[in-house]
């Protein structure tokens, strides 16, 4: 009779175990500001949610191809600043995103952009150079140049990473070493600290977890 | 029996002695070694990598024990005023500038008795005094 009862217990705790282990599944938060928008559909007043998300912008890339925000439609992408020069956390930086380069670089839909805060330095012939140094090859991971206050302007109020010049710092930028997971609705999912491997392994299992997100979730 | 007992006491003490000498050299190279893994943690590692391994055809790894050991006499200048030009490292070139370190001699040679017996390096010690000659001469 105890072995019965025993084994139902281990039963029910096994179940609950495994049911809690498939309705948990992760979904990532949606960052930024969000306003709520009531609207009529069908004759019904409906409150829908606005995320904010990234605006359209215009860039050139290291094989000095035009990047707007349209080419990037249908992508998830992951987004850091930093300069060719720079003395300080980019080595660090490219380090760790080489592992997220090579971890997503053969599936299709993902994209890496780097903009450069010091555009006039890094030419497209200096970040192309650079690309190659680092080993990066085809259409996986774009230097993106262009206007200075264009990217500082997106890094602030977009991707809300702070970027500036300051002669006092090394190689005399200031800049946070963060990458910044967009969605393929252009929302901000996740910011990382890309001066630590285990936040950018925890960025990794993010990406999995955004390509895995069903269309029906993402759909505005 | 005595002049036995004198000679073994006399032994003994020479044993000890050539121990203690021994390892007050192990005591300054640990010294030095271990000092040193903190000055590379704050000036070299965000570049040249936890294991030294560089990046990529952009900063070269400090695994090349032929170069360092041919440029031993040199290495206090690179760290020192920086590196320009290109050199070859493990048969590949790299000619991106390494930027001047505000290092202290001491420093420096913490940071290369670190180095130089580091990711498959064996340099040995690494000492103020041979960094102070050798910043001397710098070219």
Known sequence: MKNVLLSGFAAMFLWSACSSDSADKKVLPIFGNREPVTKMVNGKQVTDTIYQTIPPFKFVNQYGDSISNKTLNGNIYVVDFFFTTCPSICPVMHRNMLTVYNTFKNTGSFKIISHTIDPKHDSVPVLKKYADKLGITGNTWWFLQGKKEDVYTIAEKNYLVAVKKDSTAAGGYVHAGYFVLIDKQKRIRGSYDGTDPKQVDQLIADIKTLQNEPDEVIVQ | ?139
């Open chain 2, 1 to 139: 029996m005595k002049l036995k007992l004198t000679g073994g006491i006399i032994a003994l003490v020479f044993v000890l002695f050539i121990i203690s000498c021994e390892s007050d050299e192990g005591i300054e190279f640990k010294r030095y070694y271990s000092s040193g893994a903190l000055v590379y943690q704050t000036h070299c590692q965000n570049c040249h990598g936890e294991k030294g391994e560089g990046l990529s055809a952009l900063i070269p790894p400090l695994s090349d024990s032929v170069f360092l050991r041919k440029n031993k006499s040199a290495l206090p200048c690179y760290l020192k005023n920086g590196l320009k030009g290109s050199i070859i490292i493990n048969g590949k070139t790299f000619d991106d500038a390494m930027p001047a370190n505000d290092l202290s001699p001491v420093e420096i040679a913490r940071v290369l008795t670190y180095i130089g017996n580091s990711f498959g390096n064996k340099l040995g010690t690494i000492d103020e005094q041979m960094v102070q000659a050798d910043l001397r001469i710098c070219k």
